[in-house]
Every structure is written in C-alpha cells, then in structure tokens.
T-cell receptor, first 113, second 112 residues
Framework: GAGVSQSPSNKVTEKGKDVELRCDPI?????LYWYRQSLGQGLEFLIY????????KSGLPSDRFSAERTGGSVSTLTIQRTQQEDSAVYLC???????????FGPGTRLTVT | GNSVTQMEGPVTLSEEAFLTINCTYT??????LFWYVQYPGEGLQLLLK?????DKGSNKGFEATYRKETTSFHLEKGSVQVSDSAVYFC???????????FGSGTRLSIRP
C-alpha cells in the first residue's frame, strides 16, 4: 500500500517568509510525528500527534513553529518568519498506534536563502 | 539527558569487508534500541531493533546486540555489499514515550 507522503519534496524560500509543509500518513495510522534532519544536528523530534489527544510539542524549537493535524489524518507543519537556521530536511512519520514501528516519509528539503 | 552517540563517518569499505559501526547511549531505565537506514533518495527505514538487555536484533545480514553493561548497540555485518551504501542511524525510545532519539548518523560507502 501507499507509504507516508510529503509535499513539497523541495522548498526554497526567502528569509522572513512563512512556509507550510504537508504530510499524508499511511491510512489508518493514528500516530503522526515530525522530525527535523539538519547538518550537524542529526535527527531531532519536533512534535507528535496521537488521535484526539493534545499533541506533544516538546521538540518545537521556537514559537515560529506550529503544526496541526486535521481530521486525524493529514498534518501541516508551519514555519513563520523563516530563518536560515531553519534550513533542513523535515521528516514525517506515522505509526498504527503509539509505540508501534514508525514509517517515515521521504522528507521535505527546506532551504532558506 | 538521554542521548545516542555513534561513530562519525564517512566510513568507506571494500565489498565483502567486515563492518562495525559503534553506538553508545546515555539513558535512565531501559529503552528500546534501534538501527535505522536511509538509502540514497529514500526515506528512513527501520533496519533492526532490540527491546531488552542481551537481545540481538538482526536483518539483512546486519546484527546488533543490546549491551546494558557497556550501554552499547554496535551494528555489525560480516560481508558488506555495494547496496549497503547508505546512512545509518542508531536510536533509542522508551516504551512510555513517543519520540525517538537519534544519533547523528554514519554515512557508509562500499566500493566494488
């Protein structure tokens, strides 16, 4: 079946602009995660959604970052007033339930110029 | 805090060589340990895992043993192939938590 998909695959934006990154999880997966992969920082957790529970936002680096998940499916990660240090690959993952294997999407490469 | 440290790359080996990628962790309690692999142009995939001390995870000829006494989870393969060229991430996760804590990744290149 279809895996986790993310769009766009690449995004180049100017410093100060807002960007939206989209994640379509595997159908039926109730848990959804966002991670960021940047040079020198490795992979870091950003935010987690599980069903109708309040999301775990403990990994968001600043209040410029926010995410929502509509209808328990698609998720959007929004970065406001982008900075050059936001340049990274943003990965989305989903799992059937919390604590099950996470399946990762191909990522969105964000470049802030 | 909890963290994962793995050997820095890049690692370059000849085909059929023996591979070891070191991974150690710092954590309280007993996390589950994982190796993920990212092939060129593809998303992260779970390679293997171990959920308790002395467990050995294995897949595609790769193995790693959960060593509580040395807080390590080194990845090994007896004979690597060109197709094993990828970035490998060591990671940990607590059963009570949702997020995975990743190491910085090790890029492996296998030459024919």
């Amino acid at each position: 079946g279809a895996g986790v998909s993310q769009s766009p695959s690449n995004k180049v934006t100017e410093k100060g602009k807002d960007v939206e990154l989209r994640c379509d999880p595997i159908s039926g997966h109730t848990a959804l995660y966002w991670y960021r992969q940047s040079l020198g920082q490795g992979l870091e957790f950003l935010i987690y959604f599980q069903g109708n529970s309040a999301p775990d936002k403990s990994g968001l680096p600043s209040d410029r970052f926010s995410a929502e998940r509509t209808g328990g499916s698609v998720s959007t990660l929004t970065i406001q007033r982008t900075q050059q240090e936001d340049s990274a690959v943003y990965l989305c993952a989903s799992s059937l339930l919390d604590n099950y294997e996470q399946y990762f999407g191909p990522g969105t490469r964000l470049t802030v110029t | 805090g909890n963290s994962v440290t793995q050997m820095e790359g890049p690692v370059t080996l000849s085909e059929e060589a023996f591979l070891t990628i070191n991974c150690t962790y710092t954590a309280t309690g007993y996390p589950s340990l994982f190796w993920y692999v990212q092939y060129p142009g593809e998303g992260l995939q779970l390679l293997l895992k171990a959920t308790k001390a002395d467990d050995k995870g294995s897949n595609k000829g790769f193995e790693a043993t959960y060593r509580k006494e040395t807080t390590s989870f080194h990845l090994e393969k007896g004979s690597v192939q060109v197709s094993d060229s990828a970035v490998y991430f060591c990671a940990l996760r607590y059963s009570s938590a949702s997020k995975i804590i990743f190491g910085s990744g090790t890029r492996l290149s296998i030459r024919p």
